[in-house]
């Protein structure tokens, strides 16, 4: 059996693939079957969520406020959180993606760089940045390294400060 096969049938029984259909059709999207035995629902109208899709089971809902059709990049990242659904157990992923969603905001301000679901399914695909973690926790969490030792010439007050000449200039230069 194909791996999408597979998910199919394992979104159907979980009954993530129904809850998908009942949240799209809720939200007045139209549905078409896509490839790789996946539904794709357009036309979705609530002002939540906010990103151009979101998939629950085996359903990709897209956003009436985004362009048609989706982009490959896109397509791929969202059967990439069908997949997820599947290994999940299905809609035991919702609490754990808003979970995911909730670390992700505290590590780095934004809830898709370091949320895991939106990780695996890449990033990029998803429009999510890479985000460094917050200075104060990338400081905790960083293994503590001797400090530089400044050199004298470099504590603050000591050189004087290059005049209005420049420092490229300066009359200290050997060569001149
Ligand atoms: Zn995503």
Not at 52 to 62: L, R, S
Not at 119 to 131: E, F, M, V
Request: glycine share 12%; charged share 10%.
């Amino acid at each position: 059996m194909p791996w999408h096969r597979a998910r199919l049938v394992v979104n159907l029984v979980n009954g993530s693939t129904i809850f998908g259909v009942v949240v799209a059709r809720a939200g007045g999207a139209r549905l078409a079957k896509g490839p790789q035995g996946l539904l794709t629902a357009t036309g979705y109208r609530p002002a939540v969520p906010v990103a151009p899709a979101f998939t629950v089971g085996n359903v990709i809902i897209v956003n009436r406020r985004h362009p048609q059709p989706l982009s490959a990049a896109t397509f791929a990242h969202e059967a990439r959180h069908a997949t997820q659904y599947a290994w999940c157990g299905g809609l035991l992923m919702l609490p754990l993606y808003f979970i995911a969603v909730g670390v992700s905001w505290a590590l780095c301000g934004n809830i898709g760089a370091w949320n895991p679901f939106e990780r695996q399914s890449g990033l990029a695909d998803g429009g999510y940045p890479q985000r460094p973690l917050r200075p104060a926790l990338a400081r905790a969490l960083s293994v503590p390294r001797p400090i530089a030792r400044r050199s004298p010439a470099a504590s603050p007050g000591s050189p004087p400060a290059p005049g209005p000449g420049g420092p490229a200039e300066s009359t200290a230069s050997p060569s001149r």
